[in-house]
């Protein structure tokens, strides 16, 4: 392994909270989520850099936001049109090896664990992906497109959430961006997981903490459960 890298993806508008400011400017116990997320990958302490990927018009927002706490090594980029375009940007801001490492990272997942990243990086050595992932505890059917019905059970022990962060290695990516999208990606990838389509992505398994900050409750819930871990 040579560098760590984390692409923190903050490209949010805040539609979906109702707020006039995007989310991840939005406040959990006196800070915002964005601060939240750099200050967590800082204390991991092994980064080389960390990248900001924002959307174009909150670029000045971002820079004041993070004023105090952004290394020289570190930068804020403008985002894509889609979340992978914009993870593609950040990831293009770099330049990088075969044997680095990067962390992909929803800045409204504001508690994810230390150790969590660690065993990312040991599960990217061995499969050249990690993701973080919690286990489903509903049971869960299969509904097509346009269908009002199912007739398909899954089995909810083989099924899991996927969460951020995730990670990828250099060589990996270089594989990525060569090969095109399938012609089934009628949108973007939403994830790591989907942009790797049916190579094998390592997983490190977290509990119900890492909550992703999407509608007005998730922010009461976030706060409920967060640690300083």
């Known amino acids: 392994m040579n560098n760590l890298y984390a692409i923190l993806l903050a490209g949010g508008t805040g539609s979906r909270m109702g707020h006039q400011v995007p989310k991840q400017f939005l406040h959990l116990r006196g800070e915002s989520l964005l601060r939240h997320s750099v200050k967590r ?25 993070l004023a105090d706490l952004l290394e020289p090594n570190d930068r804020i980029v403008e985002g894509g049109e889609t979340r992978h375009l914009s993870t593609l940007k950040g990831i293009g801001s770099v330049s990088y090896d ?10 409204a997942r504001p508690n994810f664990k230390q150790n969590e ?26 509904v097509k497109q346009h269908q009002n019905y ?24 270089n594989e990525l961006l ?15 997981c989907t942009w790797m389509g049916e190579r094998r992505v390592g997983v490190v398994e977290t509990d119900f903490q ?9 922010l009461v819930l976030a706060d409920s459960v967060y640690t300083t871990d």
């Open 41 to 65: 990958f800082q204390r991991f302490g092994l980064l080389k850099s960390i990248v900001v990927v924002s959307h174009p018009d909150w670029i000045l927002e971002t820079e004041k936001e």
């Open 98 to 107: 075969d044997k680095d490492i990067f962390f992909i990272h929803d800045v």
């Open 117 to 142: 990243l660690y065993q990312l990086v040991e599960q990217t050595k061995i499969f050249g992906a990690a993701t973080i992932v919690s286990p489903v505890t509903e049971s869960l059917v299969r």
């Open 150 to 173: 199912t007739k398909e059970p899954l089995r909810r022990e083989e099924v899991y959430a996927v969460k951020t962060p995730q990670s990828v290695a250099g060589f990996m990516l």
């Open 178 to 192: 060569l090969d095109p999208l399938p012609e089934s990606f009628l949108l973007h990838p939403t994830d790591l």
């Open 210 to 218: 890492n909550i992703k900050v999407t509608s007005p409750g998730d």
